[in-house]
C-alpha cells in the first residue's frame, strides 16, 4: 500500500500535463470564435449600409480557409440584419456550383466574374458574398486571438463587384483567469509571474534580515 501511494503524486503531476493541453486548446478555440464574432460584426455594419437597386437576395459561398464553418455560419447570421432576404440552400444547382469551386483552380480573394455568373441560374439569387478567411491565431505577447477576413458581395448577372470589406481583423483578448493558469504558454504572463516571485522573495529576505537578533 505504501509503495501505491508513493506513486500518487507522480500520477496526478502526469494527468496534469496531458489534461492542461487540452484545456488550452479549448481555450484557444473559443478566443478564435470571439474574434471571429468581432471580425463579422465589423463587416456586417458594413454590409448593412449597402444598398444596390437590383439586388433583392443574396446567398452566401463558404469562406476559403473556413475548416470549421464557424465564420460561414457567422456570417449568415449577419446577413439576416441587412436590407436583403438570403437565400437557402435548397436548389441542386447550388451544390454542383459549389463542387466547381470547392476550392478549385487558384482562387484566391477573388472568383472570376464568369463563375460569379454561374450563380445567376440559381432562381431567386440576385448576387453572392464569398470571400476568405485569411488566417487566425493567438498572440501570445499580446494576450489575444485574432482573425482576418475579406468580403466581397458580386452581381450574377454581371459577375463584377459590388461591394468588398477589404481586410478586416477582428480580436478577442483571452481571459486573466485563463492566461493566469497557464501562464507558461504567454510570455507577458510569464514574465509578470518571475518579477512577481522575484519581488516576494526580496521581501521575505527582508523581513528575515530585519528579524535576526543584533
Not at 4 to 15: N, Q, T
Not at 189 to 212: C, D, E, P, Q, S
Amino acid at each position: 500500500m505504501e509503495n501505491v501511494k508513493r506513486f500518487i503524486p507522480a500520477l496526478l503531476a502526469v494527468a496534469f500535463i496531458m489534461l492542461v493541453p487540452l484545456a488550452a486548446r479549448a481555450d484557444d478555440a473559443e478566443a478564435l470564435q470571439r474574434a471571429a464574432d468581432s471580425a463579422i460584426a465589423k463587416i456586417a455594419d458594413g454590409l448593412a449600409k449597402t444598398k444596390f437597386a437590383n439586388v433583392k437576395t443574396l446567398a452566401i459561398v463558404p469562406l476559403r480557409g473556413d475548416t470549421d464553418g464557424y465564420a460561414t455560419s457567422g456570417l449568415r447570421s449577419a446577413a439576416t440584419k441587412s436590407s436583403y432576404a438570403l437565400f437557402t440552400r435548397d436548389d441542386p444547382t447550388w451544390d454542383m456550383l459549389l463542387g466547381e469551386i470547392e476550392w478549385g483552380v487558384r482562387r484566391e480573394d477573388v472568383m472570376d466574374p464568369a463563375t460569379v455568373q454561374k450563380f445567376g441560374k440559381i432562381a431567386g439569387v440576385d448576387a453572392i458574398l464569398y470571400g476568405r478567411v485569411w488566417g487566425d491565431r493567438i498572440n501570445m505577447w499580446g494576450l489575444r486571438a485574432e482573425t482576418k477576413l475579406t468580403v466581397t458581395l458580386a452581381d450574377v448577372e454581371t459577375g463584377q463587384e459590388l461591394w468588398s470589406s477589404g481586410p478586416v481583423t477582428g480580436a478577442a483578448y483571452i481571459h486573466w483567469s485563463d492566461a493566469l493558469v497557464q501562464f507558461w504558454r504567454y510570455p507577458l504572463v510569464l514574465l509578470g509571474v518571475i518579477v512577481a516571485l522575484a519581488v516576494v522573495i526580496a521581501i521575505v529576505r527582508a523581513i528575515r534580515h530585519a528579524m535576526r537578533p543584533l
